[in-house]
């Protein structure tokens, strides 16, 4: 059975940071590229971050490049958004998914169920 658990959110002030890692089983995690993506209240979906299976090419949207680093680490099937001079805009619940093949790009086959990121003063 497949389980993306999503881990780290919670509060952080203007200006702070947060880590996040997102736990994989039940699949060839290796195979797999994986990004991170997040839903503000009353707002669609929108992609963050990306990576590829083995590590490679990331992506960043353009709201949180320079501030927001993905990495995975294969030996554990964790992947990991580490999110630095969080702003306001940050708040929303993030959500990791992963994606059979190399390239982030393309449908997700499974999601996680999420975590709260709150950034407030």
């Known amino acids: 059975q497949v389980h993306l658990v999503e881990s780290g959110g919670g509060l952080a002030q203007p200006g702070g940071s947060l880590r996040l890692s997102c736990a994989a089983s039940g699949f060839t995690f290796s195979s797999y590229a994986m990004s991170w993506a997040r839903q503000a209240p009353g707002k669609g979906l929108e992609w963050v971050s990306g990576?590829?299976?083995?590590?490679?090419?990331?992506y960043y949207a353009d709201s949180v490049k320079g501030r927001f680093t993905i990495s995975r680490d294969n030996a554990k099937n964790t992947v990991y958004l580490q999110m630095n001079s969080l702003k306001p805009e940050d708040t929303a619940v993030y959500y990791c998914?992963?994606?059979?093949?190399?390239?982030?790009?393309?449908?997700?086959?499974?999601w996680g169920q999420g975590t709260q990121v709150t950034v407030s003063s």
């Open positions: 990576i590829y299976s083995d590590g490679t090419n990331p």
């Open positions: 998914a992963a994606k059979y093949g190399s390239d982030w790009s393309g449908s997700y086959d499974y």
